[in-house]
Nanobody, 118 residues
């Protein structure tokens, strides 16, 4: 059974850093054949796409607000994708979700809370 599990969230101070991890299991071929993404959802707001790392090795940040602060990366050998978040701001507070889409199905992790205090 396909599964995504996030870890690494928690509380950070303004200007601090966190690294989120997402470990995949149950996917035929592992994440090497998957495009992996991070989304986030703040209270009362829609879920938004933060960053994507394609199976071809291209990393894209979709939010202007995280440019130069967030970096997505992957380790295919460990079936893991990461989101390094630097210079955190209170507006980064949200539940962060790991995602992949394959065979017409969307797969989500359970989500992990990131809270940035000022």
């Amino acid at each position: 059974q396909e599964q995504l599990v996030e870890s690494g969230g928690g509380l950070a101070q303004l200007g601090g850093s966190l690294r989120l991890s997402c470990t995949a299991s149950g996917f035929t071929g592992g994440i090497s054949v998957l495009t992996m993404s991070w989304y986030r959802q703040a209270p009362g707001l829609k879920r938004e796409l933060v960053s994507t790392h394609t199976k071809f090795g291209h990393a894209v940040n979709y939010l202007r607000s995280v440019q130069a602060r967030f970096t997505i990366s992957r380790d295919n050998a460990n079936n893991s994708v990461y989101l390094r978040m630097n210079h955190l701001k209170p507006e980064d507070t949200a539940v962060y979700f790991c995602n992949t889409f394959i065979n017409a199905s969307n797969y989500w992790g359970q989500g992990i809370q990131v809270t940035v205090s000022s």
